[in-house]
């Protein structure tokens, strides 16, 4: 009852915003409308059709054969799981859970398997690191390519810390309805397209609502003299400002991150956390693409957290060296920058090895 009317308190609050600052909240809804008009629409819908068609079809296996040995070596994972991890990180937010799911359903992963995929499947695409976060808001290509490179290594590392412990049966349960017939081309296309549109839809209304959130709660002038009074020093409010706000959606959290004088490695760390850990946004998402299936999302909330303050450890390790064979940045070497990074990645490491520990012996169907 207690959460209910929390619940129905900072709806009503939120709704007494928008009546008080409908100019704020308009601009922010067209910004987020915008963004997923030119951004996220043309780079996710091409790719949920194609994956929504590619997952029934049995063509597919041997695609995944090729795979197989690699992922059960490196994870104790079916192919399909090194599929979903290459698709998601090529596709971005949330297609990774897509495919998880679309597996799942077809039963190609057990529900143990298609838990920990999603862990280290659900990431940001290339196009969004590199063109929007990289090339258009810190203005250098180059850095939106280490960015991605981050990304990559935090969640290689969440794959090992969240697998270490499982362990591959070869014996597999069949789908109860699976047939020797298949369904047409046409058949899957109209589905996959009509799944598609509505997931991207839903992806967009999710960006939009999180854009104005966002904004009346850092942009108001309540909002910005309690920052002001919290933090003295003008740059310190922003960077509370740029976490905020990505730690509730992504693209805000970076621009207004990106826009601190002067650039620090630390600044861009926190851009890395925020790509890895995704935002509030990206994670309802990600709840919406998985509604219908039985398959957990704690776990996933728990590495993506965890993947966030790995990337922000990278990139305190590995910038430093990247910045002196990179142009256009006063970053220098630093030992105790590298210190640092050292500290928090064993802190990570430390607690991702008891987070992922289980506490009783794992289970496994034959």
């Keep these: 009852m207690k959460k209910k009317m929390l619940l129905t308190f900072i709806i009503i609050l939120l709704m007494l915003l928008l009546l008080l600052f409908p100019n704020l909240c308009l601009q922010s809804a067209q910004n ?15 790719f949920m059709i194609f994956i929504n068609i590619l997952v029934p079809l049995d063509g597919l296996r041997k695609l995944i054969a090729f795979s197989s040995p690699l992922s059960k070596k490196l994870w104790h994972l079916p192919g399909y799981s090194f599929f979903a991890f290459i698709m998601g990180l090529i596709a971005g937010y949330p297609m990774g859970a897509k495919i998880v799911k679309n597996l799942y359903m ?39 390519y280490f960015l991605f490179f981050i990304h990559l290594l935090s969640a290689l590392a969440m794959s090992i810390l969240t697998t270490r412990n499982h362990t591959l049966y070869s014996s597999r349960n069949k789908a109860p309805y699976a047939s020797n017939t298949s369904p047409s081309f046409s058949y899957l296309l109209n589905q996959g397209v009509m799944n598609a549109m509505e997931t991207i839809v839903c992806v967009g209304g999710y960006i939009i609502l999180f854009s104005v959130i966002t904004a009346l709660l850092t942009q108001t002038p309540l909002a910005n003299t309690l920052i002001n009074l919290a933090f003295s020093s003008p740059v310190v409010s ?98 105790s920058t590298l210190l640092q990074g050292l500290l928090m990645l064993c802190l990570c490491l430390l607690i991702g090895y008891f987070t992922f520990t289980p506490r009783t012996p794992l289970h496994h169907s034959a």
């Design 238 to 335: 922003t960077l509370f400002k740029g976490v905020f706000s990505g730690f509730l959606e992504l693209s805000n959290g970076s621009h207004i991150l990106s826009l601190v004088t002067p650039f620090s490695v630390y600044t861009l760390a926190l851009i890395a956390a925020i790509i890895g850990f995704g935002g509030l946004c990206v994670y309802f998402q990600t709840l919406y693409v998985l509604e219908g299936c039985s398959l957990s999302t704690k776990t996933y909330f728990i590495s993506k957290c965890l993947q966030g303050l790995l990337s922000f450890s990278f990139t305190l390790i590995i910038y430093p060296f990247y910045a002196l064979y990179t142009y256009g940045t006063s970053l220098t070497l630093s030992s």
């Design 32 to 46: 987020g409308l915008l963004l997923w008009f030119n951004k996220v629409l043309p780079s996710l819908l091409p």
């Design 106 to 144: 077809d039963h190609k992963l057990t529900k143990e398997e298609a838990e920990l995929t999603l862990c280290f499947s659900n990431n940001c695409g290339p196009l969004f690191i590199v063109g929007t976060i990289g090339t258009a808001m810190l203005s250098c290509t180059s850095i939106g």
